[in-house]
């Protein structure tokens, strides 16, 4: 059974951090490109970033995080992760994890940045 299970969402003042992650099981979790997409309240989905399958070189993100959020993976463990740093009230979102293609997804992380 595939499972995406996500951690660290909480409530954040504006400048701060926090880090979430994303544990995989029922898949070959190495051989899979992982994302993260964020849905704001009243919106639509946002692709957020990827990082590629295998040691995760390669990584892309959206221009509205850029240089503030990092991907990374840590294959031993079947675990993604997205550091978010220098948070805004904008970042305000569900953030989810899915597999390559989208075909699995996490339930969804409540990351809440206010004063």
């Known amino acids: 059974q595939v499972q995406l299970v996500e951690s660290g969402g909480g409530n954040v003042q504006p400048g701060g951090s926090l880090r979430l992650s994303c544990a995989a099981s029922g898949f070959t979790f190495s051989s899979y490109w992982m994302n993260w997409v964020r849905q704001a309240p009243g919106k639509g989905l946002e692709w957020v970033s990827t990082i590629n399958s295998g040691g995760g070189g390669s990584t892309y993100y959206a221009e509205s995080v850029k240089g503030r959020f990092t991907i990374s993976r840590d294959n031993a463990k079947n675990t993604t992760y997205l550091q978010m740093n220098s948070l805004k009230a904008e970042d305000t979102a569900v953030y989810y994890c899915?597999?390559?293609?989208?075909?699995?997804w996490g339930q969804g992380n409540q990351v809440t940045v206010s004063s």
């Open positions: 899915a597999s390559g293609a989208y075909a699995y």
